[in-house]
Every structure is written in structure tokens, then in C-alpha cells.
Nanobody
Framework: QVQLVESGGGLVQAGGSLRLSCAAS????????MGWFRQAPGKEREFVAA????????YYTDSVKGRFTISGDNAKNTVYLQMNSLKPEDTAVYYC??????????????????WGQGTQVTVSS
């Protein structure tokens, strides 16, 4: 089993920045990739970014390219999401996820096996 704990959410004005962290514990050696998803009220959970552990390749949804950066620290079993130039439409609960089966479905929620509890990000206009 793998446990994921997110932190770093909060309230920020449009144009501001936040950095989310996701700390993994347990059988972390089994993780092939980690991702960030978000869910706004009344909307489906959507992919934001992912990073592959072996070569640190990264993947982003179009709406965050150039503004968000995903990175990982394998020694600390932690993944980060640096969010710059935040917009009100980025408001959502952000979830961290881990893939243990190397499914390589980085943009799909079904490609992940473990999920954190989520952290709220609110961007005011």
C-alpha cells in the first residue's frame, strides 16, 4: 500500500502562486508515476500534470502549460506542483495520485491506484 498526503493549498489572488506538495509513504518503490488531478464543484475530476519516476518525463493538460510545473524528489518520495499565474478557473480541490502498475495512462484517473485526500485551492478574482 501507498499513502499520499497533499499540502500547500490555500487562498490566493489571481496572478499569484502556490506550491502543492504530495508526500508518499509505504511501498513507494512500487510507484512508476505520479500525477495531479483537480475537481471543481459540479465538474468531473480532470488531469492536470504527471511525472514519470524513471526518467522524469512530464505531462500537462493544455490549460496549465507554461504556468504549472510538476517536479519530484525521489529521495524524499515527494512530488510538487508549482502553480504560477493562477486564474479563478484553477479553483478546485487538487488530488495527488500514484500509479503502481506502469499503466502509462498518465492523463486518465483510471491509470492511478492510490489517491490522496485532496487540498483546496481557491483563486479569487
Amino acid at each position: 500500500q501507498v499513502q499520499l498526503v497533499e499540502s500547500g493549498g490555500g487562498l490566493v489572488q489571481a496572478g499569484g502562486s502556490l506550491r502543492l506538495s504530495c508526500a508518499a509513504s509505504g511501498r513507494t518503490f512500487s510507484i512508476y508515476a505520479m500525477g495531479w488531478f483537480r475537481q471543481a464543484p459540479g465538474k468531473e475530476r480532470e488531469f492536470v500534470a504527471a511525472i514519470r519516476r524513471s526518467d522524469r518525463n512530464t505531462y500537462y493538460t493544455d490549460s496549465v502549460k507554461g504556468r504549472f510545473t510538476i517536479s519530484g524528489d525521489n529521495a524524499k518520495n515527494t512530488v510538487y506542483l508549482q502553480m504560477n499565474s493562477l486564474k479563478p478557473e484553477d479553483t478546485a480541490v487538487y488530488y495527488c495520485a500514484a500509479d503502481r502498475d506502469d499503466t502509462r495512462s498518465y492523463t486518465r484517473a483510471t491509470g492511478y491506484d492510490y489517491w490522496g485526500q485532496g487540498t483546496q485551492v481557491t483563486v479569487s478574482s
